[in-house]
C-alpha cells in the first residue's frame, strides 16, 4: 500500500495549492482549512501555519466540500531543509478536525530541500 502524503516534497522558495476535496462530501461554508510544518508532531513552535478560509479561493466550492488552500513562495523560503510533521485541520466555529497528520494514519512526512538556485 502507498503512503499518503499531505503535500509534495518541496524545494525553499517554492508556491504550490493544497486541494482539500472531503469525501463523502462535507459542506466546508463558513470554516478555515489550517495548514501546518513543524519539527516534530509535539513541538509548540510552528514552521510554517497558513490559515485558508473556504471560499476565498476562486476554484473553492463550499458546499461540494472542494477548497484550495494556497502557499506563497515567501511562506517556504526561510524554511530550513529537512523533513517535517504536517497537519491539514478544518476549522468550523469552534469545532477542530484534523483531515491528515504526518507519521500518522500512513501519512508520510513532509521532506523540504534547499534551493539550490538561491
Known amino acids: 500500500m502507498a503512503k499518503l502524503k499531505i503535500v509534495k ?10 486541494k482539500i476535496l472531503h469525501n463523502p462530501t462535507k459542506d466546508l461554508t463558513g470554516s478555515s482549512i489550517v495548514f501546518t510544518l513543524k519539527k516534530h508532531e509535539n513541538s509548540t513552535t510552528d514552521i510554517l501555519k497558513i490559515t485558508h478560509a473556504v471560499g476565498d479561493d476562486a476554484d473553492d466550492i463550499a458546499t461540494n466540500g472542494l477548497a484550495y488552500l494556497s502557499v506563497a513562495s515567501g511562506d517556504t523560503e526561510s524554511i530550513p ?7 491539514l485541520k478544518r476549522i468550523i466555529g469552534t469545532d477542530v478536525f484534523t483531515i491528515m497528520r504526518s507519521g500518522k494514519d500512513n ?6 530541500f534547499e534551493n539550490v538556485n538561491a
Open 107 to 112: 501519512v508520510e512526512l513532509v521532506e523540504v
Open 9 to 18: 516534497d518541496f524545494s525553499q522558495g517554492d508556491s504550490f495549492k493544497i
Open 81 to 87: 531543509a529537512g523533513k517535517y510533521f504536517g497537519t
